[in-house]
């Protein structure tokens, strides 16, 4: 009596073929939107001291902001801050490559802009790096999502998203 | 080879001797009533929530009471009920189905009761409002901590009673199936024992000496990398009683056979090893750790479809069993015919429905791609209220319906209560958790106790429906909470005799009992070693680089 | 440092002397390098929390640093903060900018910037040590609060207003309005004239040490009445 095998009804061992490969299809999907379209989400791995940003380079207080890049694209620099995100306005335009490099100066906060995949987590000691281009114009809320404290609920910026000139 | 005839041992043994069974009935009901105080505590602290997030009840608005009200309710339902529930059913189960007694047995209760009382001082006095996650550099007041982690070291003494009970009988049964329910019994303790490292680590080593000032600061990309070991397969410490009880128990209570005991057991192992080295979709969207390791822990998370798909397979081919031995015809007639006034079978029905629902909630969380447009929204929140609200905790409840008359003695004081409790349970969630999720496809984010995002007045006018629904399923599930609660102690309290059938502890037996099962589906030397390197392939070089990486300590903040 | 009694009269004289000559108008402060020097490392902090109290009591004498915070912080006039009970990175902040130049532009500012100029790094934790040991302050006698414009500022100090982007005040500089890590200032106890000023310096420009602007952000959206309610509530807090 062989205890190496063990029965498997028919109908099962063909659902769990099925299972499988919907499993690798999904596999194959995201791996292809990966490679083809650059789908990642965003893992920018660079520390920061964050009780020094506003003496940083970058992320001094002066630098804050939008700016544009040679290429056409624009690079917008952020710092997350209980309660607030500032600049607490930028202005991007419409389907333009938009880099986003924020750091917080305390503690954990995530943002979001509903309705796009402007997201990231802004962890402290490491800057959050996330590109996406905006598809519409109009204002847009950036949302904290990450408890950050009590004043929480009331932390967020405003996108404005405008026409290309 | 004996030719003496071989008894399949796969759904448990012929006699339970008396103090093994006075132990582990002890032990499961007192485990269990803790469960279910919290359970029953922390729901009305839910609607709570729900109603003040909604901005319709003004008067109720209190910041600090709501963080300390998350951070509770979370706490209680996340990890107390679930943990004193799997100890209280993993006692009973390993005195029932091998007739072993505990080797630690109430330490570990006594010491993870204990703990949770410590931790609560603080948490309801608005100390340690740091939310279930508890992510530094927030901190809590230390008793938070120290609570905390003596309520896992108490489970890790039943994690040992259950490998010791599973290890002696296998000694003691040379070449048998250890019985399907305590085989999957002492996997889940194995592989809570192995993702449980992750939070103890962080607890030990980051979040307890900053707490207590020994420490001045931490790096909160190592503490929810650490976290994040332990965050997917924590669930699965909750799901798999939930998965034991529909394998294991329904089958039988529902008037048939279990489809198939090999792959249950097939089920179990693959949850166990896809469990833990696969927590980073939890960090999509952290910037402490690359999008490599991101992309290896995505095809490993997705893995675990294939043992739930199979354990959907299987429980409902163990329904169709069912249904048609009761007389159920034609493609969908099994249904109809299976018996819905019991409450075990009413329960795995309500559950596969919630997790068919929440599962495919749960594809969009996985993937890799589209997590962005969810993350930290409250399509997650409502997410894991379905599948953990929903699918894991009806499942507790049914498993209390059955076990209380066999511990008491006593019959269940109400069946047509429990039916009514039931579906009260499960459409209240199904009403509070839809619109949840819409939620957070409408941009709402997590973890805040108001809106008030008032520059863009619309968006959060859109909102008000989705809450009043979220108040109205918040409602119905507090009412079945109570409801359930009332039926135990009733129970408890009755002078009604159970039953034979009622009070005699019998699991499901399968179609083909096996007599013998293959060495990988019967001990876990093979599983240990696999858990071990896919680990190191995993998580070894995400936790080794914040050695090197240089990350500036981050100093500890209130909230 | 130790400082004869003459020494410090002929001392007090010039600064005051200043002060009356000085800029007598209040100007601008041009936005030059970052709003402050300071940054709460680990380092930072520890350096602030070893400040010798018994120091810090001799230089609050000595350099006259009473004679407009008070004895034991409580100022004697409304138009200077007490200082009983405040945050001890929050002052030592505050001392620190004065000497670095990033509090300048009034008369009172150039007044600190000259009193300060003696002091060392270690000086200002022993002072800032000092001042966090005592409760937070009574408003100084004869400085009232209305305690009906206090009820107006309940809903921005509890509620906030997210139509502004403003969080509660209260979700900073706590419920108690005591402050919070790592240098939100205490609010409670202050007298209304002092806080109604330093509000006005925060909108108008003036007053720029709050990193990435945060304060000054918030002051610009707040009315007149909004900020003398908010004034008479934290004054009001430590009231009997």
């Not at chain 2, 980051?206 to 600061?217: D, W």
């Not at chain 2, 209390?400 to 019959?411: E, N």
Request: glycine fraction near 8%; hydrophobic fraction near 50%.
């Amino acid at each position: 009596m062989s205890s190496n095998s063990i029965h498997i009804d028919p109908l099962e061992k063909k659902w769990i073929w099925a299972v499988s490969a919907i499993v690798l299809l999904t596999w194959v999907v995201q791996l292809y939107y990966a490679i083809a379209d650059g789908i990642h989400p965003p893992s920018n791995v660079e520390v920061v001291d964050s009780a020094k940003l506003h003496l940083t380079e970058e992320f001094a207080e002066a630098n804050l902001g939008v700016k544009q890049e040679a290429d056409g694209s624009y690079t917008v620099t952020m710092v997350a801050a209980r309660y607030g995100f500032y600049p607490p306005l930028i202005e991007v335009p419409v389907n333009t490559p938009v880099k986003l490099r924020i750091a917080s100066f305390d503690v954990l906060h995530g943002l979001h802009v509903p309705g796009s995949n402007m997201a990231t987590m802004v962890v402290p000691g490491y800057v959050s790096e996330v590109t996406t281009a905006f598809t519409k114009t109009g204002d847009f809320p950036m949302i904290c999502n990450e408890f950050c404290g009590l004043g929480h609920d009331y932390m967020y910026s405003k996108v404005r998203v405008l026409a290309k000139q | 080879m004996s030719m003496t005839a071989q008894i399949s041992t796969a759904s448990g043994v012929s006699h339970v001797d008396a103090k093994v069974k006075a132990s582990g009935d002890s032990l499961g009901i007192w485990a269990m009533r803790v469960a279910f105080i919290a359970l029953v505590v922390g729901l009305p602290m839910g609607l709570f929530q729900a109603a003040e997030r909604s901005g319709l009840f003004p008067w109720m608005e209190n910041t600090a009471v709501y963080f300390a009200s998350t951070t509770t309710h979370g706490v209680l339902l996340a990890f107390v009920l679930t943990t004193f529930f799997a100890m209280g059913f993993g006692y009973h189960t390993m005195a029932h189905s091998i007739n072993k007694k505990a080797f630690f047995g109430w330490i570990g209760f006594w010491i993870s009761l204990v703990g949770t009382l410590i931790a609560a001082v603080p948490m309801l006095t608005g100390a340690a409002s740091v939310l279930y996650t508890f992510y530094p550099p927030e901190m809590a007041h230390p008793a938070f901590y120290v609570g905390a982690t003596l309520l896992v070291v108490g489970s890790w003494f039943w994690v040992a009673d259950m490998l010791i009970g599973f290890t002696q009988w296998k000694r003691e049964n040379p070449g048998k199936p250890v019985p399907l329910v305590m085989f999957a019994t002492a996997i889940n303790a194995l592989m809570w024992g192995w993702t449980s490292l992750g939070v103890a680590s962080e607890v030990l080593f980051q979040l307890l000496p900053v707490s207590l000032g020994l420490m001045e600061t931490l790096d909160p990309g190592l503490a929810r990398t650490l976290f994040s070991w332990t965050l997917h397969a924590i669930v699965y410490f909750w799901l798999i009683p939930a998965y034991i009880v529909m394998y294991t128990i329904m089958p039988k209570a529902a008037g048939g056979r279990l489809f198939s005991d090999e792959m249950a057991r097939v089920s179990f192992v693959m949850l166990f090893i896809f469990s833990v080295p696969i927590g980073f979709h939890h960090l999509y969207l952290d910037p402490m750790q690359a999008a490599g390791w991101k992309l290896l822990h995505m095809f490993g998370t997705f893995m675990v479809a294939i043992p739930t798909f199979i354990t959907g397979f299987t429980v409902i081919a163990s329904m169709e069993i069912a249904g048609r031995l009761r007389g159920g015809k034609g493609l969908f007639g099994w249904i109809v015919a299976l018996d819905w006034k019991n409450p075990v079978v009413l329960a795995a029905i309500l559950s596969l429905l919630m997790l068919t629902a929440g599962g495919w909630g749960g594809v969009i969380n996985a993937s890799y791609s589209m997590d962005v447009m969810v993350h930290n929204t409250q399509w997650v929140t409502g997410h894991f209220h379905l599948i953990f609200g929903g699918t894991t905790v009806i499942m507790y409840l049914a498993g209390a319906y059955w076990l209380w008359p066999k511990i008491t003695g006593h019959a269940l004081y109400s069946q047509a209560l429990a039916v009514w409790q039931l579906w009260l349970y499960a459409v209240g969630m199904v009403i509070l958790t839809g619109p949840w999720h819409a939620l957070g496809l409408a941009g709402q984010p997590r973890r805040v106790s108001s809106t008030p995002y008032d520059q863009f007045p619309e968006m959060v006018a859109s909102w008000s429906t989705y809450e009043l629904l979220m108040i109205i399923g918040g409602s119905m599930i507090v009412v079945s909470g109570f409801m359930f609660i009332f039926n135990l102690c009733k129970t408890a309290s009755s002078k009604v005799v159970a039953t034979e059938a009622e009070a005699k502890v019998e699991y499901a037996q399968a179609i083909h009992p096996p007599i013998r099962v293959p060495h990988l589906l019967n001990s876990f030397t093979f599983w240990n070693w696999a858990m071990f390197a896919y680990m190191i392939i995993s998580y070894g070089y995400p936790i080794l680089q914040f050695a090197f990486i240089g990350t500036p300590g981050v100093i500890p903040w209130g909230y | 440092m130790k400082l004869s009694l003459t020494k410090s009269l002929l001392a007090s004289a010039l600064i005051f002397s200043l002060g009356i000559t000085a800029n007598a108008h209040e100007t601008k402060t041009a936005a030059v390098g970052p709003s402050t020097n300071v940054a709460w490392t680990a380092e930072m902090m520890r350096f602030v929390a070893k400040g010798d109290l018994g120091n810090g009591a001799r230089l609050n004498a000595e350099a006259f640093c009473a004679s407009c915070h008070g004895h034991a912080g409580i100022a004697p006039s409304p138009n200077w903060p007490s200082t009983a009970g405040q945050r001890a990175e929050y002052t030592f902040k505050m001392l620190k900018d004065y000497k670095e130049g990033k509090r300048t532009g009034t008369a009172h500012n150039q007044l600190m910037q000259l009193a300060v100029m003696p002091l060392s790094d270690q000086d200002m934790a022993d002072l800032a040590k000092y001042y966090a040991s005592f409760p937070l302050p009574s408003l100084p006698v004869g400085v009232t609060h209305d305690a009906a414009k206090a009820k107006d500022a309940s809903k921005m100090i509890v509620r906030g207003d997210g139509s502004r982007f403003i969080a509660p005040c209260q979700s900073c500089h706590g419920s108690k309005g005591e402050g919070a890590i790592t240098d939100t200032p205490a609010l409670a106890g202050m007298p209304p004239e002092y806080f109604i000023k330093t509000m006005q310096e925060y909108r108008d420009g003036i007053r720029t040490n709050d990193v990435f602007s945060r304060m000054r952000l918030i002051a610009k959206e707040l009315s007149d009445a909004e900020i003398e309610a908010m004034a008479h509530y934290y004054a009001g807090m430590t009231a009997k």
